[in-house]
């Protein structure tokens, strides 16, 4: 009986995340409508914690902290929002405004990135795959057939190569493979990346507030990073936050 009831229970409040996250939603609406970014922001943030992660949201999130002059906060959400959706355009226009905003140069967009933009990589994958599948089986079929055609063997492994080659694309251009390990520097001052992780260590370069970052690996509180340029130093962990959505 009580495990029926705590199932009961858990039934009912799974229901009332939907409802609790779509309020949560009209409030920070409203707050950005009043003028309350800061407010909105922080209700956006609170909304995602009842339901998965959303590019929409987290664009609205930078739309807010950038309103609210926060602008390395604000680029953090756009990229949190191309990594969930690299064809939402508006996010990677908005971010470029917000390194210009920094003082950082914008990169230019990357063949990975122009490709990320335009293809929709979940759908690709699942595309590729069963491609890739139905041509494996049309070569097996092709082999034991009684009397195999040429040509229909010539269109099953030009079918699973296909299939392979748009897998791999994806695999290759998606943010959320590619750009698992990246993170933007949120300190306010910016930090310096270091030769060794010890204060005391040669400084290798400046990084500003809001510069990108790819964590090679983690000592402690010091991790190994690769700025955008290639160089390959060491900086606190403090202030620094990863690009996946949390």
Known sequence: MITLLRIAGLCVLLAALPAASADALAEARELHGKGDYAGAADKFASALATESPRAAIYFEIGQNLTKSGYAAAASLAYR??????????????????????????????????????????????????????VGILAVLLAFFAAKPLPSHLIIAVCLAFLGLLLVAVVWTTDPRVVGRRDAVLLKNGGASLLREPADSSEKLTSLSQGALLRILSQRGRWVFAETGTGTKGWLLAEGVESIIPK
């Open 80 to 133: 949190r929002a191309l990594f969930l959706d690299p064809t939402l355009l508006p996010a990677r226009a908005a971010l470029r405004d917000s390194e210009l905003a920094l003082g950082i140069q914008p990169s230019m967009p990357s063949w990975r990135d122009s490709v990320a933009a335009i293809l929709p990589m979940d759908i690709s994958a699942v595309i590729g795959a069963g491609l890739f599948w």
